[in-house]
């Protein structure tokens, strides 16, 4: 529905000019997608919209140079290799109102290049968003208020098998509305009927899973109901409630939860989340707000999920940093730079690979009541991430306090932890992290003559073994992070005199 969309938008601005646009979609019948396939081949076609379908095998391009990739958290990683196989050497673009973390932090870690759009459009306004038990009278009151101001209402519920029940119990709780259900298992033309007939204003109310999700442009619709709203992830939710206040009418956003249900600590923050963000562009705050709870000890330590939790998601866009600045480096040389002398670079993967993990009981993070913008949020972060020395953590520190005041817990956690990387890294510590209640750090190496050292100067606090120490946790030792960074300091004046 949105490559149609898209299509349509592309046809009309792009009309005065030579430009031979085309769509590829299950909306096209076999015959037009096949003969739409052969003319990308022979460069008969300048522009083309498509779904999924243009990762299909037989699609090939005579000459791609520029890939959009629009609605990119849609996308899963397969699929954007997919679209780099395309063409070996081809700029992408991709957009999305609200960024998966990990693109964000490939973005913090310099693998990618990226701009935000923080103006709204002229008029828009923020959408009031509601919270609640599901009620057949809070229903009833907001579709009939749509209905009386001329515009129409999204009803979501993400469940094919019982659309069309919800449909008839709304059809007999508000009988003036004309309700239509559109769902992605219907066929084709089905589907695009009552999409065309609800965009001409045939229908009240649309009965529909989130198949409305990426990026359908009504402007008269500007009240959505989102039926078991729990069972949403956050960005699920924001891109639905993106579908209404597209004019400059206000609009509603009524997120319903059954009343039974004993909801999850998850679900009620995601639905906390949902109704603190009503500011236009929240939806690259969410998108950091995201980042930070899952993420941002993952930019100095390692919690993972994945495929990528082979090597840390810090490690891998580091890694990926590294070797792009190598990669773009080659190439200035090769296009005209060669002639200038470059120094030895260091090879990314050593020096990362000797970074220590720290997976601590820390909440470390800069809040959003402490710096409020995001983008800037983003840059301090990515500073952070840059720092290699004390000097360095003193004098971030101290800008903090001039620029913001005096951080917050949390944001001191952020200048701990990396003071504990840097002694981690001095003292040959691979991992720091919570073993049974207690700290434990595991060297890169073996020394029996360290763990005796150890055992001998720290008594009952610390017992070490050749490749391990342990210290008492927060549980029992409310000194910990103090001790611990003297042990590291301790270790690490004894690896130097021992070199």
């Known amino acids: 529905v949105l ?48 779904t999924h379908r243009l990762l299909s095998r037989d699609v090939a391009f005579k000459d791609l140079g520029l890939m959009i990739v629009d609605e990119e958290q849609r996308f899963g990683v397969q ?44 008029e828009r306004l923020p959408i009031r968003t509601y919270v609640a038990a599901y009620d057949e009278g809070l229903v009833r009151d907001a579709i009939l ?123 009620r923050m995601r639905l906390q989340s949902i109704a603190e963000a009503t500011e236009l562009g929240a939806g690259f705050q969410l998108a950091m707000r995201d980042l930070e709870i899952r993420g941002a000890g993952e930019i100095l330590g390692a919690r993972q999920s994945g495929h990528i939790a082979a090597v840390g998601l810090d490690l891998y866009a580091r890694l990926l940093a590294g070797a792009i600045q190598d990669a773009r480096a080659k190439l200035e040389a090769e296009h005209g730079n060669g002639s200038r002398q470059r120094s030895a670079a260091v090879n990314p993967a050593q020096r990362i690979l000797h970074a220590p993990t720290i997976d601590l009981p820390i909440v470390s993070q800069i809040p959003e009541a402490y710096v409020a913008d995001a983008a800037l949020r983003l840059r301090l972060y990515r500073r952070l991430a840059d720092v290699n020395d004390e000097k360095q953590i003193q004098e971030l520190e101290r800008e903090f306090r001039e620029r913001f005041g005096e951080p917050p817990a949390e944001t001191r956690n952020l200048f701990y932890v990396l003071r504990l990387k840097l002694a981690a890294t001095r003292a040959q510590v691979a991992m ?68």
């Open 145 to 267: 208020r749509e209905l009386d101001r001329g515009g129409q209402v999204f009803f979501v519920h993400n469940r094919v098998r019982g659309i069309g029940i919800i449909a008839d119990q709304l059809r007999k709780l508000i009988p003036e509305a004309r309700i239509g259900i559109g769902h992605g298992q219907m066929p084709e033309d089905q589907l695009e009927s009552v999409m065309s007939a609800f965009a001409a204003g045939q229908y009240d109310a649309l009965v529909c899973t989130t198949i409305i999700e990426s990026g359908i442009d009504i402007p008269n619709a500007n009240t959505i109901i989102i039926n078991n709203a729990d069972k949403f992830g956050l960005a699920q939710l924001y891109q639905l409630r993106g579908r209404v206040g597209r004019s400059a009418a206000r609009a509603f956003a009524y997120f319903l939860h059954d009343k039974r249900a004993n909801l999850s600590d998850d679900a």
């Open 3 to 50: 490559a149609q969309q898209h299509f349509n938008t592309f046809r009309e601005r792009l009309a005065p000019f030579p430009v031979t646009v085309e769509m590829l979609s299950r909306f096209r019948s076999d015959k037009e997608q096949d003969e739409i396939v052969k003319k990308m081949a022979d460069g008969t076609i300048d522009i083309v919209i498509g």
């Open 432 to 499: 720091l992290t919570l073993d049974d209640g207690r700290i434990l750090a595991r060297f890169r190496g073996e020394d029996a003559a360290r763990a005796e050292r150890l055992n001998k100067k720290w008594g009952r606090r610390v017992r070490a073994t050749r490749e391990r120490m342990w210290l008492a946790g927060p549980d029992e030792n409310p000194q910990w992070r103090e001790q611990l960074l003297h042990l590291l300091d301790f270790c690490a004046a004894d690896a130097l005199t021992e070199t």
């Open 79 to 122: 699929h954007k290799e997919r679209l780099k196989q395309l063409r070996a050497h081809v700029d992408v673009l991709t957009l999305t109102a609200t960024p998966i973390p990990r693109t964000l932090y490939l973005s913090l870690a310099g693998a990618r290049d990226m701009s935000t759009i923080d103006t709204p459009p002229a």
